[in-house]
């Protein structure tokens, strides 16, 4: 009995030290202690039936450090509640179509670039030498997968987007539609005290209404976003405050002072949520962003129905 455990607990230490996906760096137990103390206890509503979502990280631009934070928080998020089971992977074959139907929604968690780019960032070289057989598969590959995410939401399944999400398929105008808008820099960089509000007249949406009003006030890199952005054609949620914020800094090319920063959207028969903050680590372990990112993921799972026209 005690050789048995006395060769279990190697492995289960060094299973419990494994990287959410491989390839990334295992979140320190230091950080899973500040996101647990700031989880929320209870979900908004209990869920229809067990869901899963899919917590996906590929990039093919940028690669922000605070991912495995971000995947972590996200994993934690969902077992602590009960409102959904994570699957953090960046496996494209997830987007086949006989594998994203396992799905209730899938979570763009600081993507950047051409995620189902027929090659990875770097490698063109090596798919340029490619047999041109090899490469039109490759390339139809992209674009099924592309196509398999699009009707995964209009038939009714959830999207969420996490900070560079919008940073992200530049190249699918569709995706952008889908999105409302692309990054166009970030004026308010990691370090910048920054002041996010309530968008007024929403102070009682159930999303943001925990924050009875209250501005949230933190350092953040703040994204710009251009066309096809347009925050009336969303139900906004949270924004830049610019009263509040620091502004003088530089790069900002809006004159109109929109900085939409989290909203939701219907898309075809399915849930858009997306909220810009998730730069820095600290966003993670934040308990009103952690409520917010709750109640978009939980309406987008299709368990919480909250106002959005
Ligand atoms: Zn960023």
Redesign the pocket.
């Known amino acids: 009995m005690k050789k048995t455990c006395a060769l279990l607990l190697p492995v289960a230490v060094a299973l419990a030290m494994l990287p959410a996906v491989i390839g990334e760096p295992a979140t320190d137990a230091p950080t899973r202690d500040r996101i647990k103390a700031a989880l929320p206890d209870k979900a908004f509503a209990a869920p229809k039936e067990k869901r899963k979502l899919l917590v996906f990280s590929v990039t093919n631009g ?1 690669r ?1 450090g605070s991912i495995p934070t971000g995947q972590a928080a996200l994993g934690m998020l969902g077992e602590q509640t009960g409102a959904y089971e994570a699957v953090v992977s960046n496996d494209l074959a997830h987007f086949e179509s006989d594998r994203i139907g396992q799905f209730d929604a899938i979570c763009f968690l ?1 993507t950047t670039g051409d995620v189902f780019a027929p090659y990875a960032k770097g490698k063109k070289k090596e798919f340029d030498a490619l047999p041109a057989a090899e490469k039109k598969a490759a390339e139809a590959r992209a674009q099924r997968l592309f196509a398999n995410l699009m009707a995964f939401v209009k038939g009714g399944k959830g999207f969420i987007g996490i ?2 999400a919008t940073d992200t398929l530049y190249n699918q105008p569709e995706y952008g539609e889908m999105m409302n808008g692309y990054f166009w820099g ?1 004026p308010w960089n ?1 370090g910048t005290p920054v002041s996010i509000k309530v968008e007024p007249g929403q102070e009682n949406h159930p999303i943001v209404k925990h924050l009875g009003g209250k501005n949230m006030d933190f350092k953040e ?1 703040i994204y710009q976003l251009k066309d096809p952005y347009d925050s009336k054609k969303v139900r906004m949620l949270l924004r830049l405050d610019p009263t509040r914020s620091k502004m003088d800094v530089r790069g900002i090319k809006r004159t109109d002072a929109d900085f939409g920063v989290s909203w939701i959207r219907e898309w075809g028969e399915g849930r858009v949520f997306y909220c810009s903050l998730g ?1 820095n680590d600290h966003i993670y372990w934040n308990p009103d962003v952690l409520k917010v990112y709750l109640g978009g993921i939980q309406w987008a799972l299709g368990d919480w129905e909250v106002p959005v026209q």
Request: charged share 10%; proline share 0%.
């Open positions: 940028f922000h600081n900070h560079s970030h990691a890199e730069h």
